[in-house]
């Protein structure tokens, strides 16, 4: 049982280069979502997907765009990466059936923009 | 939008001593709520929750509390132990549907445990 799983696991890249981190999963959850995480910030929810082809945004969603073509997929995509946008990354996922909040989280991506 | 508040950020205690997190809310709406722990390397695991409806819920060494009225909430770890090291997440939502997966989290407190 895979589960949830992030790649890379670490990323370095430059200013203004296009990144993407993947996310897939194994358990066919419905709901996907993006958080970053930074010191003094706790995670922040960039963007979220109810399902295949629904995608709407989160709180920090400037920056970043978002795409769930399957199901089991929701990858981010830095357009134009900054050096604020260095962090690190957990994709998480929810059962679409008696929806109780309980994320499963990945083991995240750290991106560094120099 | 809602805000959560959490303290302390650092909490050190001694194996067998208690540990209490306590967060704030800033929306009344707000109805769920979930504490997270993330071990180093680790992406976050929910370890609890409650619902608004509910004062209090307790799994085994770990309890939660929820004040409505102050809007506040708290996490206590009793016994304590090394493996409870970690930094632990509060966090707030409201609504169903895919708002229980919209949560606003707190920053953290780092919680070591020494043996």
């Known amino acids: 049982d895979a589960g949830i799983t992030q790649s890379p696991r670490y990323k370095i890249t430059e200013t203004g280069r296009q990144v993407t981190l993947m996310c897939h999963q194994t358990w066919s959850h419905s709901y996907m979502f993006w958080y970053r995480q930074d010191l003094g910030h706790g995670l922040r929810l960039i963007y979220y997907s109810a399902a295949a082809d629904i995608t709407d945004k989160g709180e920090v969603p400037d920056g970043y765009v978002v795409s769930r073509s399957k199901t089991e997929n929701f990858p981010l995509t830095l357009e134009s990466a900054t050096r604020s946008q260095t962090s690190v990354y957990f994709c998480?996922?929810?059962?679409?059936?008696?929806?109780?909040?309980?994320?499963?989280f990945g083991s995240g991506t750290q991106l560094s923009v120099l | 939008g809602e805000n959560v508040e959490q303290h302390p950020s650092t909490l050190s205690v001694q194996e067998g001593d208690s540990a209490v997190i306590k967060c704030t809310y800033s929306?009344?709406?707000?109805?769920?709520f979930p504490w997270y722990k993330q071990e180093l390397g680790k992406g976050p695991q929910l370890i609890i929750d409650?619902?608004?409806?509910?004062g209090e819920k307790k799994d085994q060494r770990i309890a939660v509390t929820l004040n409505k009225t102050a809007k506040h909430f708290s996490l206590h770890i009793t016994e304590t132990q090394p493996e409870d090291s970690a930094v632990y997440f509060c966090?707030?939502?409201?609504?169903?549907?895919?708002?229980?997966?919209?949560?606003?989290f707190g920053q953290g407190t780092i919680l070591t445990v020494h043996p």
């Open positions: 409650i619902r608004s409806n509910v």
């Open positions: 998480a996922s929810s059962e679409s059936e008696g929806f109780d909040g309980k994320l499963f």
């Open positions: 966090a707030a939502s409201k609504g169903g549907g895919t708002s229980y997966g919209k949560l606003t």
């Open positions: 929306d009344s709406a707000s109805n769920y």
